[in-house]
């Protein structure tokens, strides 16, 4: 009896041992999986399809490239100001706002990234599908849950709503979407995709089923830069950043060719990106082509380059430091780009264009990379969906000019469209920019947009912002004209105002479908402070759905 008592204790020790290691490390299980399920293989060449040996006679329709960032701030590319105070220097991505037009007031179609992707590839508000939150495993959301204890307001795990996840896999843009991809590919474009994707992963939503030709990339939402001991980079991890801990746990060093074996790429994530681009563009200089080159940086992990790292001395902070190097890396994959469209002789007739699909993290723990606005990533204040917009058509847009806007993410399939001279779609919530861009048409694209993430809403008509969150119950009311910035509230002043924008809101929800999948997790996120500062009860915040 003794023994079995000894025994049953020993047992009930082990599974508590086992469920505190469980509840401690259990987030590194997913990539434990996915590496036994998926094996990595070593890194191997790349050939692209090549075109004709020769152009065809005639007059060629311009090739298309969109480039998009990952959580760039507003503030982290030189012509806004700059990592480290204007240390950080961006001349390669500033001369596409040089050389082409640049938009005052452009957004991001979301604050996150699945979304914001899936408005771009489709030209539609990704609600209007029901693509409202960021695909992630149900592993992520339930570690987040009980990540953050310090925090005034705790995450909120929906856990009545896990039956009604679907598999990660399904997460993503539906096949009866018609993707700015397809259109290109019928226009007879050649279509390629490099980096990364995160619009679904089964079968049916991967790059190649969704109109495109050629893929190259990752299909989750982050990647790993460099392996973290490799001798030449330099890693910046974020201990006070439950997503960090994450990524570093799960995330592979790899990339995947047409939906084949996932392999090793060569060197630094971002360079390699902009070395397959070059090689890609070579391939099909004789031809029309179509490239969404979605670079990673500088999402997290935070992972730079030695050589890029040493060239920033200049910036104490060990983490801006690396973040900096990322932003150089960045730059310099635009300008790889930009260089072999020169050489290859496709620089005049070549439409460029760089966003990035929302505004910087306030997880990274560095104030002012979306200054001067107010708010992140996760947020619908100006700093989570404001971005850079540039348009470069050397043959057919103006040098060094801006448009005021407001544009959005979902132009860019009218845009692109119009360009290659497809024929107008009827069902877009995006217009065709070209007009405003070659100065034939004035005033704004859009008189009204809206945002949304489950109870938290957006509406912009005209000049004038108005936000409103469940969690916490309240609204926010700005005048963009006169109020930039968004740092002064008029929803008290203007009651009437407030009713009539919360109808347009209204009347918008009523057009959408139901999400395709729920969000597991509500997280506070504050206005104007990033994660590494301490909770006060004055702070500012939104709950976050995904």
Known sequence: MKRLVIGVGVLALLALGGFLAFKQYGYYLPGIISNIRDPIAPYHEVTWSSGPAHAAEGVRPPNVIVIVADDLGFNDISINGGVGGGVVRTPNIDALAQQGVSVVQAYASNATCSPSRAAIMTGRYPTRFGFEFTGAPQAFARYLSHSDSNALHQPIFHNERVADMPPLEELGVPASEVTIAEVMHDQGYHTLHLGKWHLGEAPEMRPEAQGFDESLGFMAGAAMYMRPNDPDVINAELPFDPIDRFLWANLPYAVQLNGGQRFRPRGYMTDYLAEQASAAIVANRNRPFFMYLAFNAPHTPLQATRADYDALSGIPDHTERVYGAMITALDRGVGRVMETLREQGLDENTLVIFTSDNGGAWYVGLPNINRPYRGWKATFFEGGIRTPFFARWLARLPAATRVEGPVTH????????????????????????????TGRAQGAPHRRLFWRSGPYRVVRDGDWKLQVSETPDRAWLFNLRDDPTERRDLSTAEPQRVAAMRAMIEAQNAQMPAPLWPALIEGAVRIDVPLNTPWREEQEYIYWSN
């Open 410 to 437: 979902m132009d860019i399939f009218a845009t692109a469209a119009a360009a290659a001279g497809a024929p107008a779609a009827q069902n877009l919530d995006g217009v065709d920019l070209l007009p405003y861009l």
